[in-house]
């Protein structure tokens, strides 16, 4: 059973990507939060696979918060902002009030922002600085590469076997409503 009251923040691109399966997805994503009464904390734009989680979440009666840096308001947010959101100043405090709203951390499909999202919270997570859970959500094997890339950091000695442990892939969202229903 759901914990009632609990905040899962999405980090996902600002673009759908290429392949549909990852707009399907993030549709889902939004539409299994909104079913578990989880609140979904997310950047406030309604573009890409962010605004296909936001909308989902939204019109199957979800909450949400969302989070958006003033400069990226007109690039992002082209319908109204979510009831719940918050304007910041810059990128970094848009992360952190994004991260500090939530019980667990997903990340979508994305690009270079997403990454910065998901290394960011994974290092404050290695070096002691939460317990939060971090899920990739691997549509059509997006994280592979990214995994790749994590078993030859440890590999190659610049971290600890742990590391991997701090990251739970999933391939779809079934499995993440499953993993985020034994964290939350």
């Not at 199957?60 to 958006?68: K, M, P, Q, R, T």
């Not at 910041?88 to 910065?116: I, Y």
């Not at 590469?145 to 739970?168: C, N, Q, R, W």
């Amino acid at each position: 059973m759901p914990s009632p009251g609990k905040s899962v923040c999405v980090y996902c691109g600002s673009r759908s990507g290429t392949r549909p399966a990852y707009a399907e997805a993030a549709a889902q994503t939004g539409r299994m939060l909104a079913a578990n009464g989880w609140r979904l904390v997310y950047g406030a734009g309604d573009v890409g696979l962010m605004g296909a989680v936001a909308a989902a979440a939204q019109e199957a009666g979800g909450e949400s918060l969302g989070v958006i840096p003033v400069h990226l308001i007109p690039r992002e947010a082209h319908r109204a902002l979510p009831r719940a959101h918050v304007v910041t100043e810059t990128m970094h405090e848009r992360k952190k009030v994004m991260f500090m709203n939530a019980d667990a951390v997903v990340v979508l499909p994305g690009g270079a922002g997403s990454l910065d999202e998901f290394f960011e919270v994974l290092t404050w997570r290695q070096i002691g600085l939460h317990r939060k859970p971090l899920f990739l959500l691997d549509s059509a094997g997006y994280w592979q590469p990214l995994l790749a890339l994590i078993d030859h950091v440890v590999a190659e000695g610049f971290a600890d076997e742990s590391l991997k442990a701090f990251v739970t892939a999933v391939p779809d969202v079934a499995a993440l409503e499953a993993a985020l229903r034994e964290v939350l």
